[in-house]
């Protein structure tokens, strides 16, 4: 079945990951900013890292058949350091413009400081100046509740669509508050830690798939590149029909992404519910 990754960290990913990830129906990905394992030195190494994913990534992508999209951002961890993170935010403009950025992400917090929430505003404020798109990582573990609280109050701030907005790594205790306020989310399926694909179906069971993505999160650590088609056979063997599954994998991202021009599909994938099911 075609899917779309919306969180995949594919810098620290091998080709190989690319060919997986082909051959299992992965037809676009989006690759948010992050936090590489270790602090950039200076707002020079970040640039190195834009122009790493805006050309070189879509380039390798491509190779393999899968559209790759970015978002930009320098993030939460490393958004502590304020005098770093304003020279970063200067720069980013001038990136915005490259084909495959969709809008600013991940941003958000990590341990809900004060300086990662004031860097967290500064990026709100410059994707609502470019009219982007949002992509938001939440912390993990005990400051998960607390922390996607207070960037839901904090958005809840400015005039946005929250339509335009995707709150990532959502869990059964933070589900609830990200939708019910009109954003969108994301739930990442992780070999160790975090969601699994059953403690994500109990949730598409229990809230349904409106506003619901989907995706690996791959990166550095432990985590698996075709952690959505594992998914996808995990909703199989639990009954669900492939319209559903489609849903969740192709349209809900679809549909999201898509509120940004530069969004395209490969030719010949179809938008419209079951039309390549
Ligand atoms: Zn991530």
């Not at 999209?69 to 502590?80: R, V």
């Not at 403009?93 to 084909?99: F, K, T």
Request: aromatic residues 8%; glycine residues 8%; contains cysteine.
């Amino acid at each position: 079945m075609e899917y779309i990754d919306l969180h995949a960290h594919m810098v620290s990913r091998t080709t190989d990951d690319y060919v997986q990830m082909a051959m299992t129906g992965c037809v676009a990905l989006t690759e948010p900013a992050f936090w590489p394992g270790w602090d950039r030195s200076s707002a020079d190494g970040f640039e190195d890292y834009f122009r790493q994913i805006t050309d070189f990534e879509p380039k390798r992508a491509a190779q393999y058949g899968i559209r790759h999209y970015t978002w930009l951002c320098l993030n939460p961890k490393e958004g502590e350091d304020r005098a770093l993170a304003r020279e970063v935010l200067r720069r980013i403009p001038r990136y915005l413009d490259r084909p495959n950025v969709l809008g600013i992400g991940e941003i958000g917090l990590n341990r809900v400081t004060r300086n990662e929430l004031a860097t967290f505003r500064d990026h709100v404020e410059l994707a609502l100046e470019h009219d982007q798109l949002i992509h938001i990582h939440t912390p993990h573990l005990e400051d998960k509740h607390k922390g996607t609280r207070v960037i839901v109050e904090t958005l809840l701030e400015y005039e946005l669509d929250p339509g335009r907005v995707l709150i990532d790594h959502a869990e059964e205790h933070t589900l609830e508050m990200i939708l019910g306020n009109g954003f969108w989310t994301g739930l990442t399926l992780y070999p160790q830690t975090k969601v699994s694909p059953e403690r994500a179906i109990d949730m598409l069971e229990m809230h349904g798939t409106d506003r619901i993505c989907v995706a690996s999160a791959c990166d550095w650590g432990p985590s698996v590149p075709v952690a959505v088609p594992q998914f996808i056979l995990a909703m199989r063997r639990r009954g669900h029909p492939d319209a559903l599954i489609r849903r969740v994998v192709f349209e809900n991202p679809a549909e999201f992404l898509g509120q940004s021009p530069k969004f395209q599909l490969p030719e010949g994938r179809g938008m419209l519910a079951g039309a390549a099911a």
